[in-house]
């Protein structure tokens, strides 16, 4: 029997604690008054320009479950850094977003991406609680992002991608090898990389160049490939 998401307030312990930076505490309430402030009736939240090609209608869909993760013998992965940057447009318009288990994933780096951190919530280690802190996100944010520590069991993906769908919010995981049993809506997938500016072993790294595929369930979407500077010298993401 599949297990019940906890109510608010048991889950409120899973959802205290401090921000690096922003807002400080960040606790049940904070998903509470965020509920979305963009309408209800748009399908799609906007996405960086550099980011667009990779996704139908240039935007990312409401309800759908967007896997990211690094094809098979990437160097230097980029799926965390993808994975922020589809948060980034999206708060910066006014949306809420949320990542769960991400650790710290380096506040100064992601606000170069363009992650506005006001509307980020970080709930860094929710331990083996990650998927009903995920779940109840699901109910109050636009989007949110959640690193799975290991491989997910078929019922809690079908569960969470079933409360993405039901509560109109997009769900964004960082997938590792396997990491996700399900075919998500879109697969994001970093392959190559290799950072400028580092030679022979000298020098200071300025950018990373990689290629992203896309594909997914739909006809849209038939393996795009787009060449990225994940991130660029300026730290943001920006297109070849």
Request: charged share 20%; proline share 8%.
């Amino acid at each position: 029997m599949a297990a019940s998401l906890p109510t608010p307030t048991s889950a409120s312990r899973y959802l205290q604690g401090r921000r690096p930076v922003g807002s400080g505490t960040v606790a049940l309430s904070v998903a509470a008054r965020a509920r979305p402030v963009s309408s209800s009736r748009e399908q799609l939240l906007p996405l960086l320009p550099s980011l667009t090609p990779l996704l139908p209608g240039g935007g990312l869909q409401r309800g759908a479950v967007i896997t990211v993760g690094v094809g098979d013998g990437t160097a230097g992965g980029g799926a965390r850094t993808l994975a922020f940057a589809l948060l980034a447009a999206a708060s910066a318009a006014g949306s809420w977003c949320a990542a769960v288990g991400a650790g710290d994933p380096g506040m100064l780096a992601i606000a170069e991406l363009g992650v506005e951190l006001e509307r980020l919530a970080l709930v860094p280690g929710p331990g083996g609680a990650w998927p009903e802190v995920t779940g109840i996100l699901l109910d109050d944010m636009d989007v949110v992002l959640v690193s799975p520590p290991g491989r997910v069991r078929p019922g809690v993906a079908r569960r969470l991608a079933a409360r993405a769908r039901q509560r109109r919010a997009v769900l964004v995981v960082q997938d590792g090898t396997g990491t996700w049993p399900e075919g998500p809506d879109i697969r994001l997938t970093v392959e190559g990389g290799g950072w400028d500016g580092a030679e022979r072993g000298h020098g200071h790294l300025r950018g990373r160049h990689v290629e992203v595929v896309s594909s997914g369930r739909r006809s849209a979407v038939r393996g795009r490939r787009t060449g990225l500077w994940l991130p660029a010298a300026s730290g943001a993401v920006t297109a070849e």
